[in-house]
């Protein structure tokens, strides 16, 4: 098992640099001009010269990205055109906008960012893998139609049509629930979980529905084989084969839509975050786009990719722990 980590962690980390090559690649090196971006619209063309000398974009294509990337793994000394700041590691550069550090702006960004899509992730799992579990028991009955017609419903919906919907009912109508505004967890937890009880629903509603869906397509085939036939042959509780042995051979698809989800939900829920006016990554992409921000930009994918990977490497493992054939091929 340790050797099989160490195998994943490996093509992890190729990976993420394979990534920080493409990255830098589109945004640094293809057409335009990024000392134009960092300088401003109304610079001269000896400003923006003296910007491009500042931020290393005179050297050669390699040396800039060697230079990228020294700053990313061990930091770098970069030039304010008053003296040199040093940025530490990993270093994404500075905002145009701001003169903040990258690396301290996403920071504050994905404490809330965390809050929705973990919140959501274990909604959307108990939702989803619930009901999809019920479906497969329930094959060919009313209530297999019944929630099969309910996920199609709510994957074919956008989730600011929910989110919208949700605060309509819960919050206009009813008057259940505050309008969401963002509290972070270390300043009441109370409240925290309140004001993202409507951004939770919104993603586990939407998100629910592919679960519930690859659940019992995988929980059906699952009871299908031959080892589950036998189990029940021998008197073997039902209970048991379901929890022990059915849910566990289906596990591994739902773990790796998980992972996919997860990370890139830890790049930034856009929509979600814009919709209730959440402060995290995918709000801080909106707005540094607009902006024409390129150092928040870059920084925002890279950690979009970076969460990506390091999801899918943890599936993996988990793979191994729920499949031990996972290992051993």
């Given amino acids: 098992m340790t050797r099989f980590a160490l195998q994943r962690l490996l093509a992890a980390l190729v990976v993420l640099l394979v990534l920080s090559v493409v990255v830098y690649a589109l945004f ?3 057409p335009g001009d990024p000392a134009r971006l960092a300088c ?13 000398t500042q931020l290393g974009l005179d050297s050669p294509a390699y040396a800039q990205y060697l230079h990228f990337l020294h700053g990313l793994v061990a930091g770098t000394d970069v030039s304010t055109g008053v003296g040199t700041e040093h940025c530490a590691a990993p270093c994404l550069g500075f905002s145009y906008q701001s003169g903040e550090q990258v690396t301290s702006l996403l920071a504050e960004r994905l404490p809330a960012t965390a809050s929705l899509s973990l919140g959501a992730m274990v909604l959307w799992l108990v939702i989803g893998v619930g009901s999809g579990l019920l479906s497969a028991l329930r094959h060919g009955g009313l209530s297999e139609r019944l929630l099969t017609t309910l996920t199609l419903a709510g994957n074919a919906v956008p989730v600011f049509i929910i989110g919208i919907l ?37 993603l586990a509603i939407l998100e629910s529905a592919k679960y519930a869906r690859l659940t019992r397509s995988s929980m059906l085939e699952t009871l299908a084989e031959d080892h589950v036939r036998t189990l029940r042959a021998y008197g073997v509780r039902e209970r048991s084969v ?23 939900m830890f790049g930034g829920a856009v ?3 814009s919709l209730f006016g959440i402060p995290g990554l995918g709000k801080s992409l909106v707005d540094s786009v607009s902006t024409e921000d390129l150092p928040v930009v870059v920084g925002l994918v890279l950690v979009t990719g970076f969460f ?16 031990r054939r996972v290992v051993l091929a």
Avoid at 41 to 51: L, R
Avoid at 309 to 323: E, G, M, P, Q, R
């Fill in 28 to 30: 640094y090196l293809l």
């Fill in 40 to 52: 401003g619209p109304k610079c001269s063309a000896d400003q923006v010269d003296q910007v491009r």
């Fill in 166 to 202: 949700l605060m309509l009912l819960f919050v206009s109508v009813l008057g259940w629930l505050p309008f969401p505004s963002y509290v972070p967890l270390t300043e009441d937890p109370e409240q925290w979980a309140w004001n993202l009880l409507l951004p939770w629903l919104s």
């Fill in 242 to 264: 379901i929890g022990r042995h059915a849910l566990r051979g289906a596990l591994p698809s739902v773990i790796a839509l998980s992972a996919l989800d997860l990370g890139t």
């Fill in 271 to 273: 929509l979600t975050e």
């Fill in 308 to 323: 990506v990977v390091l999801a899918n490497a943890l599936a993996d493992v988990l793979y191994a722990v729920a499949d």
